[in-house]
């Protein structure tokens, strides 16, 4: 039981470059979301999805599309990565019995110069 | 709109030595409280939740922390403190009628353990 996962652990982008983030968890949960950690800022909503097929704006979603074909991953892309968006990508899962318990993977440092 | 206030961003404590951890909420109800920890290079980690009841809560690890809503506060707390807390402690808070999961987060504190 892996939990949640995400792969690359880190990335260095060119700014207009683009990229995809994934996430996968193995525990069934319907809830996923893609965070933002930024020094001083704590974590922000980015995207955030209750089901396979659905996703839902968060708190700071431009300049991010997502996508969730299957239950069990849950992807970030950066259609033209821009400075801005250098941060720490933080995905967490939740099942619906306990919305508020999340699990979230270890993290994709990206750095986009 | 919601918003959570940790006041403190870098605490220093002694092992052993007692710990509060300050988060200070803004909300026109009840609110759902959490803290979640990330230990260096990992992901967040649930410690304890608030939704109703008794103020006093216990989580995981040793930590409680307790609901005062006179004070909109909900403080982290552990009487003794081992090398091992170390790492960045965030108080979150669930917008005003969501039932989708989403949180508001705190902009963090840093807890630093001195031997």
């Known amino acids: 039981n892996a939990g949640v996962t995400q792969t690359p652990k880190f990335r260095v982008l060119k700014t207009g470059q683009s990229m995809t983030l994934l996430c996968a968890q193995d525990m069934n949960h319907e809830y996923m979301y893609w965070y933002r950690q930024d020094p001083g800022m704590g974590l922000r909503l980015i995207h955030y999805?209750?089901?396979?097929?659905?996703?839902a704006k968060g708190e700071v979603p431009d300049g991010y599309n997502v996508s969730r074909l299957k239950k069990q991953n849950f992807l970030l892309g950066l259609e033209s990565a821009a400075p801005s968006q250098t941060s720490v990508y933080f995905c967490?899962?939740?099942?619906?019995?306990?919305?508020?318990?999340?699990?979230f993977g270890p993290g994709t440092r990206l750095t986009v110069t | 709109a919601q918003s959570v206030t940790q006041p403190d961003i870098h605490i220093t404590v002694s092992e052993g030595a007692s710990l509060e951890l300050r988060c200070n909420y803004s909300?026109?109800?009840?609110?759902?409280l959490f803290w979640y920890v990330q230990s260096p290079g990992q992901g967040l980690q649930l410690l304890l939740k608030?939704?109703?009841?008794?103020?006093l809560v216990q989580g995981i690890k040793g930590f409680e922390a307790e609901f005062k809503r006179s004070q909109s506060s909900f403080n982290l707390r552990k009487p003794s403190v081992h090398w091992s807390d170390a790492a960045e402690y965030f108080c979150?808070?669930?917008?005003?009628?969501?039932?989708?999961?989403?949180?508001?987060f705190g902009q963090g504190t840093t807890l630093q353990v001195k031997p």
């Open positions: 608030y939704f109703s009841g008794d103020t």
């Open positions: 967490a899962s939740s099942n619906q019995r306990d919305l508020y318990e999340q699990y």
């Open positions: 909300y026109g109800a009840t609110p759902y």
């Open positions: 999805s209750v089901g396979e097929g659905t996703t």
């Open positions: 979150a808070v669930v917008p005003f009628s969501s039932n989708t999961g989403k949180l508001i």
